[in-house]
């Protein structure tokens, strides 16, 4: 279990100082293996939300399905960097699960479902 | 101590991504915007001068943070699979952006328009050196389709075994079918190594 750990922004820095006082200062994500088309979702055994901070909340009520890292940092309007390090707050807390297997080149039988999933649309 | 079930790793499906590389204003947003079914993503990266990724630091100088915005759309396969499509960023000083797109991608799209042919060599340079399966699609505006295929192909210098099409990245049928394509030539391509 993380511990609340008190964070803090100063309102006159700015945008550029903001996103990393969301993540207290942390451009590093404990969880490394986040790349922009991981999938995550939020863990239908998520614990007690109440101790998380309002970007965390709002990452969770987006991974109600499963979203890329991408596509939740783009909806948070937040850069990527930021969203890693929070996601990796999450997984640590087993309240978001994530699709543990780095990029990898498709292989045949998943080209074709794309192929067919293409021509469908 | 918060267990995850087994249940819950069955619903997170596999992500599989193409990118759209080109030269700036050849189209690649409004292509990503036609075959998407959300409307195109922007996401950004902050890079500080903390941020060891730039490899080239002309121009930024002087400079505590720059950000390079990459524009992104989906389209979902089926429940298990999700297709992303990644427009590369436009200034061709954020190379390590392209190589996290380009990793692991099923291949890449390089739009070329007519009347500025040298400012797709960089990304065909990429993706040939990378041997990242890729397909030239000649992005037809409005009636700047200036040369045929084989002109194309030519000028470009491009292997006979590298697909060239005409397209209007505007219009969904036609970026679709660049979109088969380019999967039927990684099909080809990984048939080929086997």
Known sequence: MTAREDWWYDEAAGPLVRPYAMVRGRTRPNAPDLHLV?????????????????????????????????????????PLVVVKVLLS???????????????QIPDRDLLQAVLDGVRGI | MVFVGSDDQLTVPTAVKI?????FGTGKTTMVGSVSEIAPLRTEELLTEAGVHVD?????????????????????????????LFGTPGQNRFWFMWDELATGAIGAVVLVDTRRLDSSFP????????????????????????????????????????????????????????????IQHSMNRLEAAV
């Open chain 1, 89 to 103: 707050d999450l997984i640590e807390r087993g309240d978001v699960i994530v699709q543990n297997s780095p990029p």
């Open chain 2, 56 to 84: 080239d630091l002309a121009g930024i100088e002087g400079k505590d943070t720059t950000t390079v915005a990459l524009d992104f759309g989906r389209i979902t396969i089926n429940t298990k699979v999700v297709l992303y």
């Open chain 2, 123 to 182: 990304s065909i340079d990429f993706f040939e050196h990378r041997g990242i399966p890729f397909v030239v699609a000649v992005n037809c505006f409005d009636g700047a389709q200036l040369y045929t295929v084989d002109e194309v192909r030519h000028a470009l210098d491009l292997d006979d075994s590298i697909p060239v099409v005409l397209c209007d990245a505007r219009d969904r049928e036609s970026s679709k079918a660049v979109l088969v394509g380019l």
């Open chain 2, 19 to 23: 990118v759209i590389a080109g030269g």
């Open chain 1, 38 to 78: 991981t999938q995550v979702r939020a863990s239908s055994f998520a614990s007690d939300q109440t101790s998380l901070t309002v970007e965390h909340r709002e990452i969770m009520a987006l991974c109600a399905r499963p979203l890329s890292v991408a596509e939740v940092a783009a909806y948070l309007d937040v």
